[in-house]
């Protein structure tokens, strides 16, 4: 079994997860390979939820399978296709089921995603959201009623290190760390210069959260521009851009992987943050790539 | 005010298909200024209607009337002698013009040949924005007079979402500005960024209750 997340969180010198993306379709064979993959090679295996707006198998379908299978999953909800009943029942329904954390995320907009013509919902926001989890924690539902049986997650978060202003997005994480999260799960971060003064500031409000910095390996120069136009969050600088352009062709992934894994090297010997997740979406056969080539465990 | 567009031709050629005899009903309020539904769109609509109907061989009898408010019931009772002559009326006013006229000559079709589209205000010539969802539940001390409701593409109450772009623009369109980060900056400029770093609950999305009704109260 593996050992619970929140431990893991206290005791972990670096903290290393991954994501497990859902499949458009009821075919789950392709997570299970991925789960059994990962399970003992990260600490926890994080589902997003519908993301990018594109309709999948659910976040809660996958965490139930890593369940099963023996890993530790990272309940990943949004915002955005929810309102407050149907969150609260999916979380009652999690925590029934042994998932014992979750991330707490706006999610993208519909705009993004493929079903654009989606009513959004929005009903709360991530701030909203971390202090719904703790109400439910304390044994009562959002409308004050008691629970029978209630809720104990590990609560986490994002944040965007590299936002343009930085100002704006800070007060938010303020609010959500006031609201009271374990850890915080950046956006992909290529720049370490501003991951490490995202973490100098995260670290003067709060000495105890644990920082996780997103690791989303780029395997070409057309991918990265893609990205930077496409992606919500994500600025991938022109260095980077230059390093994927100028290595021959068919070589894109494991210079991607080459990249990704320097990076967490960097990150974990100059302890920047207190360790890494890494997204690696339609390629998660090649996280332990990832994970040898950056000497992890 | 309130914003509307006019609906495709194609979309009123379709619906008015039936008939040999309309009245094109105009609003001279909101949907005047935002160059919608006012006389003078009244008769472009009039006019395209039938040069299309001729040029399809179907030849069709527009008439034109418009009132000064088309959600007062006393204003649309002015048209009621054109409205008797026709078949059926389109509307080129918002949707309470629109159902207005529909409940007061229930024996009529009531078409729309405009979307309303939202509440806003004129930002340069030509251009209108959305400034206001009318939530019942007003939140505009809290953000500098910006409000994030209806301008943050999703509604957020505690601050901007990680899809913000670079130099402060929404994740939605390169175009537009973050609402937040607007707030942010309103905020700083009088000093009140404390109101900014509050809690605000979720809110009540209830406080209308749809449809809406308000009693005023006797002075």
């Given amino acids: 079994m593996a050992k619970p997340f929140r431990e893991i969180l206290k005791t972990k010198d670096f903290i290393v997860t991954a994501e497990v993306g859902p499949v458009k379709g009821s075919s789950v064979s392709k997570a299970i390979e991925h789960i059994e993959l990962l399970k003992d090679k990260v600490d926890g295996l994080n589902v997003t939820d519908n993301q990018s ?49 979750v991330l707490c995320l706006t999610g993208d907009s519909i705009d993004v995603g493929d079903h654009k013509e989606a009513k959004q ?56 760390l006031k609201a009271g999260v374990s850890f915080i799960q950046t956006q992909a971060v290529y720049e ?21 910095a997103g690791i989303v390996p780029v395997i070409g120069a057309k991918m990265a521009a893609y990205m930077n136009e496409n992606v919500p969050g994500i600025f991938i600088p022109q260095h980077l851009i230059d390093e994927l352009a100028q290595a021959p062709k068919g070589t894109g992934v494991s210079k991607g992987i080459e990249i990704a894994a320097r990076m967490i090297k960097q990150i974990k010997e100059e302890k920047i943050c207190d360790g ?19 000497g992890l465990p | 005010m309130i914003i509307a567009e006019r609906k495709p031709m194609e979309e009123i050629k379709q619906f008015i298909a039936p008939y040999k005899k309309v009245l094109v009903a105009g609003c001279g309020t909101c949907v005047t200024v935002c160059w919608a539904g006012g006389e003078k769109e009244v008769a472009v609509l009039a006019s395209q209607l039938r040069l299309a109907r001729s040029a399809e061989g179907s030849e069709i009898s527009v008439l034109e009337a418009t009132v000064e408010r088309q959600c007062e019931r006393e204003m649309v009772a002015e048209i009621k002698d054109k409205v008797a002559e026709v078949e059926a009326v389109i509307s080129l006013a918002c949707g309470s013009g629109v159902q207005t006229m529909a409940e007061m000559f229930e024996d009529k079709p009531v078409l729309p040949a405009v979307n309303t ?12 924005v959305e400034m206001c969802g009318a939530c019942g539940d007003c939140f505009l001390d809290r953000t500098g007079g910006i409000c994030p409701i209806v301008r943050c593409a999703k509604g957020l109450l505690n601050g901007p979402c990680g899809g913000t772009r670079r130099g ?52």
């Fill in chain 1, 192 to 212: 370490l210069d501003e991951l490490k003064r995202f973490t100098e500031l995260v670290r003067n409000m709060d000495g105890k959260v644990k920082i996780l």
């Fill in chain 2, 168 to 219: 402060g623009k929404c994740e939605i369109d390169p175009e537009k500005d973050c609402a937040w980060v607007l707030i942010y900056r309103r905020l700083e400029k009088q000093g009140r960024l404390d109101v900014m770093r509050k809690y605000y609950a979720p809110k009540n999305y209830r406080a209308v209750k749809r449809p809406g009704k308000v009693q005023a109260s006797k002075a």
């Fill in chain 1, 121 to 176: 919902v929005f009903d709360l926001d991530s701030v909203q959201l971390i202090h719904l989890v703790h109400t439910m924690n304390s044994g009562k539902d959002m409308a004050g009623n008691e629970l029978d049986g209630g809720i104990d997650f590990c609560i986490g978060t994002t944040a965007t290190p590299s936002a343009d202003p930085l100002e704006p997005q800070l007060i938010k994480v303020e609010k959500k």
């Fill in chain 1, 276 to 294: 890494v997740h890494i997204m690696f979406i339609g390629r998660e056969e090649r996280v332990p790539e990832i994970l040898e080539a950056a």
């Fill in chain 2, 117 to 128: 589209t939202f509440i806003g205000m004129p930002e340069k010539e030509g251009l209108w």
């Fill in chain 1, 53 to 101: 707006s594109v309709m999948r198998y659910p976040s809660l379908g996958v965490c139930l399978l890593i369940k099963e299978h023996g890993g530790e999953p990272v309940f990943q909800v949004t915002c955005r296709d929810r309102n407050r009943l149907a969150i609260q029942a999916d979380l009652l329904f999690a925590y029934s089921r042994g998932i014992n954390n």
